[in-house]
């Protein structure tokens, strides 16, 4: 049974619950055939994996017992809901019809996380590794904190400086990669940190540390990252004080049982959208699906490059705005600029958003994306790689990426990628056999249910 098939209703349980690893991921090879007709219809892709992960975490954080739903099942959220049942929260959700998750999940709201007896192992997912040192500095507990061999590759020294300057500890001292531990302390001085990056994995980690410590917090960062904490936290009853580039909290404050109902997730949105620019004919709308602007960046991109998107406010879930984008395919598309203040808003969809330009007419740049290397994968180099196995000339200067588009692009026959392991990259060179007019192969394909394990039955579904 795979990872993603178990069960997820849980008892209370102090032991650490190993999560699905690349390291044990299928060296299979999966060929995708060109679809038979364009894509067409209404869809709605899974809940938003950034508020999924948050909303199991915040809960588990909290007094009582939270209804979440709407929850992205997929190995990186697994992870989450792993590690909090590790640190003795009660989880009881269930898979829905839809795929998703709903269920209740009772915090260890003032008695803190319990000492679990081994390592949390995080698999793949560095939202729920860098998010844990945050929710686990404030207590005076030592944990070992570990993940596959991507995540064992990935930076970590970012979080655990900031969280030191507060008065946790990490071992081995100045670590810069997992496995590590860290030892929390009730005894956190606030801080004003400045970020170096526009990171919101890195200012939520401060801000559920901050809320706990004495002082007021803040974290500055050179661009607005990704809002949702600011957006959850009031609804667990921590008040925040946001604009955009800067957030903080004051200590002392305590998290109350919240009702969570999760949206669709943008960055799975993305791949639907540009498949759909990418096939002639193609007219689709993605519904349910969170417009929070600092997700949405993509969208903007797409329609610089001349691509048909619209997206029209339907509602809320929560203080998340959702709503529905279609996405209608267009003969020319142009080259764009996509400049450093945007990146924080789009950094998970340029794998795509550098196919899309690999189809348009002039070069493309996207600025200062340098944080790609240090992702899942190197996927800078990766992306010039794969781009070039398409006959396009795309190159890295400095942290820009460069990418010289063909119009009329046809992709020669017999294509092979290789997916490193990343659900991005796997999802992207898919649309190459998609969207294109000969079958590509793809190892390790199956990487896609890191954030979307319905991907490919979804896709077909919209071109029957």
Not at 285 to 306: K, P, Q, T, W, Y
Not at 307 to 315: F, L, Y
Request: with cysteine.
């Amino acid at each position: 049974m795979s990872t993603n098939d178990q069960p997820v209703s849980t008892a209370r349980s102090d032991a650490a619950v190993p999560c699905a690893s690349s390291d044990a991921a299928t060296e299979q090879t999966t060929l995708i055939e060109p679809l038979a007709r364009p894509l067409t219809g209404a869809v709605r892709v899974p809940g938003d994996k950034s508020i999924s992960h948050r909303s199991v975490l915040f809960s588990a954080m909290a007094e009582g017992t939270s209804h979440v739903s709407g929850v992205l099942d997929s190995a990186d959220v697994r992870s989450s809901i792993g590690a909090v049942r590790a640190l003795g929260a009660e989880v009881n959700v269930e898979k829905q019809p839809d795929g998703s998750l709903t269920g209740d999940i009772r915090g260890w709201g003032s008695a803190g996380p319990s000492q679990p007896t081994g390592a949390i192992d995080c698999g793949n997912s560095g939202t729920t590794v860098r998010l844990l040192m945050g929710v686990l500095a404030p207590w005076d507990i030592t944990v070992e904190l570990t993940g596959d061999a991507s995540l064992r590759r990935r930076p970590m020294r970012r979080i655990a400086a900031p969280l030191e300057m507060m008065g946790a500890r990490f071992a081995p001292e100045g670590a810069t990669t997992l496995p590590l531990s860290i030892s929390g302390t009730r005894d956190l001085a606030a801080i004003s940190y400045d970020s170096p990056i526009a990171s919101a994995q890195l200012k939520t980690a401060i801000l559920l540390a901050g809320i706990f410590a004495s002082g007021t917090t803040g974290v500055y960062e050179p661009a607005p990252s990704r809002n949702h904490t600011e957006l959850m936290l009031p609804g667990f009853g921590v008040a925040v004080e946001s604009a955009p580039g800067e957030a903080f909290v004051r200590g002392g404050q305590s998290f109350h049982a919240c009702d969570v109902d999760v949206p669709g997730d943008p960055s799975s949105a993305a791949f639907m959208a540009c498949a759909a620019a990418l096939r002639p004919g193609s007219s689709i709308d993605i519904e349910n699906v969170s417009l929070n602007e600092a997700r949405i960046g993509f969208v903007r991109v797409l329609e610089r490059m001349g691509a048909a998107i619209s997206v029209k406010p339907t509602g809320s879930a929560g203080e998340e705005p959702c709503g529905t984008i279609s996405v209608s395919h267009v003969e020319h598309l142009r080259a764009c600029e996509v400049m450093g203040r945007e990146i924080a808003s789009l950094v998970d969809e340029i794998p795509v958003l550098a196919l899309v330009a690999a189809h348009a007419e002039g070069t493309t740049v996207f600025h200062e994306v340098g944080e790609l290397r240090v992702k899942e994968t190197d996927r800078l180099a990766a992306i010039v790689e794969g781009l070039g196995k398409l006959g396009v000339h795309a190159w890295a200067e400095g942290d820009d990426l460069h990418i010289e588009g063909v119009p009329g692009l046809v992709a020669p026959a017999g294509l092979a990628f290789d997916s490193l392991g990343d659900h991005r990259l796997a999802m992207t060179w898919s649309l190459v056999g998609f969207t294109g007019t000969h079958p590509v192969s793809i190892r390790d394909f199956e990487a896609v249910r890191v954030s979307y394990p319905g991907f490919r039955a979804d896709i077909e579904r919209l071109a029957k």
